[in-house]
Each structure stands twice: as structure tokens, then as C-alpha cells.
């Protein structure tokens, strides 16, 4: 039972389209956090927010913004989408204390034609 | 230098076979391990989390030793469905840092 949620699953778009991808959590975290991932390669973290209000770059440049009105909410939005934009898009939460880790939703994998 | 480093691999073993991962990290003052587990096209699950004094769940074993910054990951009895890729993870400055990862494949 998943307390992530990320849709849509699967996006098909074609280029210069605008495109939210939605993350919510039901777990009350203050931290949550967007990954980018290509098929076989590793984590690339583009987005955190340590709560309302708050969003942060990242560690890979990416033309994505997030906002984080609500704690449980955690928009990704791409302006104008592009093919290079290709590629599994991970949202993920956590409790704001040593020892814990992050739980992940089961992403977006995100073609754009 | 990346702050976590592994063996991508692909380790390939046969079933019942004792397979062990190791990483490193350069951040010292580092205070969290985990070891996270991802399938093929799937979001990363939390494995297990790592202690100094080592901890045990059925075939998985996790060790740190942080005098030589390395963290392991031993899993006895290989089943087939041990096969993906296992993510080594430190706390670095306020967030999680993740491994490229270590695929394993289990064959019969």
C-alpha cells in the first residue's frame, strides 16, 4: 500500500507541450525530493523541498520547476517539452531525522516524440 | 571523486550462492547507511538500514566500518528473485547520497 503517490504512471507528450507530473504523500513529511533516472543508469536528484514554501536545486541542472504550497504536495512541471526530457521521473518523501530513509513513489516514465 | 562508490557490476551467481557487495564513501561525517534494492523499470525499496554494530534480516547481512569508510552488503542462500540492483546510500549534508548501484543476477 503505497503512501507516494505518482501520476501519471506512463506520459506520452510531443514536443513544446507543457506537462505536470504530480507527487503527493500521505505520510506528513516535511522532505521530499525528485529524482531523474535513465533505463540502467543511476539517480540524478534535480529537486527538494524541506517544506511549505521551500524548493531547491538539486544536484543535476534541469529546466523542471517544482513549487510546494501543501506539505503533501510536490509538483514537477516542464514548460515546453523536449525529447531530451526523456526519461523515469522518481518523487520521493522522508521524516526529517537521522536514521531514516527515503520512500520512493513508482515514478513517471515520461517519452516525449 | 563521487561520495558513494560501487562495483556496477553485474555480479552473476548461481542459485544458493553467498554473494557480497561492498561501497565506499568519502564523507566522514556521514551518520546513516542504507542499502536500497531496485528492480528493473521499479522505484528503489529501502533493503535495509546499516549500523556500526551490523544487522541481520534472514539471508541479508549489513556491516559498516567507518575506520575504513566501507559499507557491505552479504546475501547467503541466492534466489532468483535477489536478481536487481542494489543501491548503497550515505547521509551527506542534509540528504540522502545513492550509489550508481550493483546489479546482481541470480541464475538457476
Known amino acids: 500500500e503505497a503512501d507516494i503517490y505518482q501520476t501519471p504512471r506512463y506520459l506520452v507528450i510531443g514536443t513544446g507541450k507543457k506537462i505536470t507530473l504530480e507527487c503527493s504523500q500521505t505520510?506528513?513529511?516535511?522532505?521530499m525530493y525528485w529524482y531523474q533516472q535513465d533505463p540502467g543508469m543511476e539517480l540524478h536528484l534535480i529537486h527538494y523541498?524541506?517544506?511549505?514554501?521551500?524548493?531547491e536545486k538539486g544536484d543535476l541542472s534541469s529546466e523542471s520547476t517544482v513549487s510546494r504550497i501543501r506539505t503533501e504536495h510536490f509538483p514537477l512541471t516542464l514548460e515546453s517539452a523536449r525529447p531530451s526530457h526523456t526519461s523515469q521521473y522518481l518523487c520521493?518523501?522522508?521524516?526529517?531525522?537521522?536514521?531514516?530513509?527515503?520512500?520512493f513513489g513508482s515514478g513517471t516514465r515520461l517519452t516525449v516524440v | 571523486r563521487k561520495e558513494v562508490e560501487q562495483d556496477p557490476g553485474p555480479f552473476n551467481v548461481p542459485e544458493g550462492a553467498t554473494v557480497a557487495f561492498n561501497c565506499t564513501y568519502s564523507?566522514?561525517?556521514?551518520?546513516?547507511f542504507f542499502w536500497y534494492r531496485q528492480d528493473c523499470r521499479k522505484e528503489p525499496k529501502l533493503l535495509m538500514s546499516?549500523?556500526?554494530s551490523g544487522n541481520e534480516d534472514g539471508r541479508f547481512t549489513a556491516q559498516l566500518n567507518r575506520a575504513s569508510q566501507y559499507i557491505s552488503l552479504l546475501i547467503r542462500d541466492s534466489k532468483l528473485s535477489d536478481s536487481a540492483t542494489y543501491l548503497c546510500?550515505?547521509?551527506?549534508?542534509?540528504?540522502?547520497?545513492f550509489g550508481t548501484g550493483t546489479r546482481l543476477l541470480v541464475s538457476p
Open positions: 520521493a518523501s522522508s521524516e526529517d531525522m537521522q536514521g531514516y530513509g527515503y520512500t
Open positions: 505520510m506528513g513529511h516535511d522532505k
Open positions: 523541498s524541506y517544506g511549505v514554501n521551500s524548493t
Open positions: 564523507n566522514s561525517a556521514s551518520q546513516s
Open positions: 546499516v549500523y556500526s
Open positions: 546510500v550515505g547521509r551527506g549534508f542534509q540528504k540522502l547520497v
